[in-house]
């Protein structure tokens, strides 16, 4: 790798300082200035948090479990890993994420055994290792040989992390109470599998019995590992603090991977940048509703975390993080650079927790893994042993997934070339979209359209990448494994469908690090074209002149998308065509100045990266309006009611659910059965999506609903129906649970305690056909609250 081109600048606030600081006055202010973004904008975020229902002692309590227990031991074993101890901004990042690893690990082994809060053996043994052993103790500070990390780097990273968390707030924390707003039925799924996994391993799904929980659930037990330590409620980690630190590091560890990828240290906030905002151009429509941003669609499949994978699943917020602490260690086993069994153990440790934290992430990293192996082989005549064996290791973290994890099963996924393209916001507004899940779809000028624009989109997102097209870089494993993982994401998107649309989480999840590929190549061209020297003024502008564009392009045409029963598919097709081709002609004026200045200066590097660089720049001006459009969204809506949280819906669950099910909780036994009478989220037809028993008491149902589960998926697959319609598969079973309720008897009530083992019952007395005058006499009545009784079965 060449020298930073940034450390040869002076004024370049992310440039790495030419020495480490000595111990002077002026190394003080260094580091009190280094502290302030974080006081300065970590104040707000908590005061946001508190305000939004997050009390001050659980703020305390999480960030001392987060900080003292998990962050704390993850990075000193990941120093103790590599040798040796960057600064505290460098190895935070993927050092937490190795402690979430170390935590998760500790925490199955704790509650295979019974013992759950034997999680906390292993982050203390570390600590005190590392106190007692005298060649430990030198990675609790920095190595004085190793740069610290940039004054400008560390603000745009806590600048970009206070702006992530405090859009969170607005969007997430002030629209989920406590005590409402559970109406989702994603929610009370969430927070049941973390009542699950807090009691139960291996778990299953606790609301119907007998099926297995064939999920990506690893998440759940981090959260149930945080219930246990600190004593927190799980609704209130659920909805107002797990996202805090993987949402605030982020930054960092994406910094961190892109200071290892490119030896430069700009580039990382460039991605996370990327990451975070980088939307499909989206220059019409934006006064219509906003259906699709609220569904988590843009215009077209962009995989977009703002939209889409934030808060709506936790899974993928966890695994996001997780993955860049593997990638860190992939890039140096790769590069050869992580050698010896400390980073094969590393590499283990990710794999292990990975494999269960999201489905989507080992089989594109294989992907990745494979292109290594491929093209090293293509172009070098030589295997690449390190991806190799890499790729050994990740082969039976996959396979344990979806065979012992997911029971094998296709969770709904079907294979459908370019199937669910037309279902996202560009073809759904304008009626474009006539695929339906389950046909592949003809060839046809719509759908030609459609697919154009959806790579176009792609291009001007990380239009990047195209630096990384040289000699040198097509050689260096590392970019290699950027670009396979990005391609296998790409080309999940367009060769699979899902009824609920999870082929994006194949996109979502390689996000990182198509934008890590982008901002390399930014990096690789503006090198090449000597911007970084003289002309770095030139990026910004041209970045500007691309929002600017979007933005003239909308104000000046039609403010909706026109649609195609009003008007001919010809109208519509040149209707959403039109601003994309005006969009490239913008970019082909910028890039033309930009030769035109070049060729005034006459420097001595190449014009053709000089030029390359701007276009990119331009791209990227194109991608951030949307994003823009949507926190804006959010802000506006949170202003008109004075920013107070928001104002409570009725509940759908019976009155005193939570009471009931805290005091069933309380005194029952976590391996106790209960039975209710309530199945149906709404009735007629019956939805299936009745989760909030489950949920609040963290305890198992004979039958609650039965939604979200692989015999409900299965059917759902195969038969084309809607998964929440779809009616209880052994109907005897559920006529036996019912009868209990509607024609209690020594008989009905006697066969559920004895042939199915159901210790409690759990009744919603909204339902007139519940016959409690004769339930008392076989049933011993513990305890009321509101519609709600608990009944209790004797032997």
């Given amino acids: 790798m060449s020298t930073s081109l940034a450390e040869e600048s002076t004024q370049d606030l992310l440039a790495e300082p030419a020495a480490p600081a000595a111990p002077t006055t002026t190394g003080m202010l260094r580091r009190v200035a280094a502290a302030l973004p974080f006081v300065l904008l970590g104040v707000p975020v908590l005061i946001a948090l508190h305000y939004y229902g997050a009390g001050w002692g659980a703020l305390a309590r999480f960030g001392a479990y987060g900080i003292g227990l998990i962050a704390l031991p993850g990075v000193l074993l990941w120093r103790a890993a590599h040798g040796r101890a960057r600064s505290l901004a460098h190895d935070f990042g993927p050092g937490l994420a190795l402690g979430y690893a170390v935590e998760l690990l500790g925490y199955f082994a704790g509650r295979a055994v019974g013992a759950p809060l034997a999680v906390l053996v292993a982050p203390i043994a570390v600590v005190i290792a590392f106190l007692a052993v005298r060649p430990l103790r030198r990675f609790w500070r920095a190595d004085a040989t190793e740069p610290g990390a940039p004054l400008g780097w560390i603000w745009a990273n806590a600048a970009i992390a206070a702006l992530v968390l405090l859009w969170s707030c607005l969007y997430f924390a002030r629209s989920r109470g406590l005590l409402y707003n559970f109406n989702d039925a994603d929610l009370p799924f969430q927070l049941a599998l973390i009542g699950e996994l807090k009691h139960h391993l291996p778990p299953s799904v606790p609301w119907v019995r007998g099926e297995a929980l064939s999920y990506h659930w690893f998440a759940y037990g981090d959260m149930a590992a945080t219930s246990w330590v600190t004593g927190i409620e799980p609704e209130t980690i659920l909805l107002k603090l797990y996202f805090v630190p993987l949402l605030g590091v982020l930054p960092f560890a994406l910094g961190s991977l892109a200071r290892q990828l490119t030896g430069k240290w700009w580039p990382g906030p460039v991605a996370t940048i990327i990451t975070f905002f980088g939307v499909a151009p989206y220059p019409y429509g934006w006064d219509e509703p906003h259906t699709y941003v609220q569904n988590g669609l843009g215009p077209v499949e962009d995989g977009v975390i703002l939209r889409f994978g934030l808060f709506s699943s936790p899974t993928q917020t966890f695994a996001a993080f997780l993955a860049v602490g593997l990638v ?343 391996n106790d059965l209960v039975a209710t009478n309530a199945h149906c989220r709404r009735p007629s037809p019956c939805d299936n999506l009745h989760f909030w028993f489950a949920a609040f008491s963290e305890r198992h149902f004979l039958i609650e609903g039965w939604g979200y589960t692989p015999t409900v998926n299965k059917i759902q697959t195969e038969t084309g129906l809607g998964g929440n319609v779809i009616a209880y598969w052994d109907p005897a079973t559920l006529a036996i649970n019912d009868a209990a309720f509607h024609q209690p008897s020594a008989g009905t009530v006697g066969r559920l305690r004895s042939e199915y083992g159901v210790r409690w019952l759990f009744v919603d007395e909204r339902d007139t056909s519940v016959r409690s005058d004769l339930l008392q006499r076989y049933a011993t009545q513990r305890y009321r609250a509101g519609n709600v009784a608990i009944y209790q079965l004797m032997p």
């Fill in 328 to 670: 860190i260690v992939l890039v140096g086993i790769l590069r050869g650079t992580s050698t010896g069994w400390r980073a094969w153990t590393l590499l283990a440790v990710f794999i292990a927790t990975i494999c269960g934290a999201k489905a989507t992430y080992l089989p594109i990293v294989l992907c990745g893994l494979l292109l290594v192996v491929g093209l090293t082989l293509l172009f070098q005549r030589r295997w690449h042993k390190p991806a190799l064996v890499s790729a050994a290791m990740v082969v039976p973290g996959i396979l344990f997934a979806q065979f012992v994890l997911f029971g094998g099963a296709s969770q709904g996924m079907v294979v459908e070339p370019l199937g669910g393209l037309g279902r996202y916001g560009l073809g759904a507004s304008t009626g474009l979209g006539s695929l339906r899940m389950g046909v592949v779809p003809t060839v046809g000028i719509a759908l030609a359209v459609i697919t154009a624009i959806t790579v176009l989109a792609w291009l001007m997102i990380w239009g990047g990448v195209v630096g990384l097209l040289g000699r040198q870089q097509r050689r260096d494993p590392a970019y290699l494994l950027l670009w396979g993982i990005g391609a296998a994401a790409l080309g999940a998107v367009l060769l699979l469908n899902h009824y609920g649309f999870s082929q994006t989480w194949f996109l979502v999840a390689a996000r990182p690090y198509l934008a890590l590929a982008a901002a390399g190549g930014l990096a690789l061209l503006a090198e090449r074209g000597g911007l970084l020297r003289a002309r770095a003024w030139l990026l910004l502008p041209a970045a500007l002149v691309g929002a600017a564009a979007v933005w003239a392009i909308h104000l000046s045409g039609p403010r909706t998308a026109p649609k195609v029963p009003a008007v001919s598919e010809r109208a519509v097709l040149k209707a959403i065509v039109t601003p994309h081709l005006e969009l490239l002609a913008v970019a082909a004026i910028v890039a033309l100045a930009a030769l035109l200045v070049w060729l005034a200066s006459r420097p001595r590097s190449s014009w053709w990266g000089a030029v390359g660089a701007v276009i990119v720049a331009v791209f990227i001006g194109f991608s951030l309006p949307s994003s823009a459009v949507v926190i804006s969204k959010d802000v506006q809506l949170a202003s008109a009611e004075n920013y107070a949280p928001a104002a409570p819906t009725k509940p759908m669950w019976p009155l005193g659910t939570r009471l009931a099910a805290h005091w069933l909780r309380a005194h029952s036994h976590p």
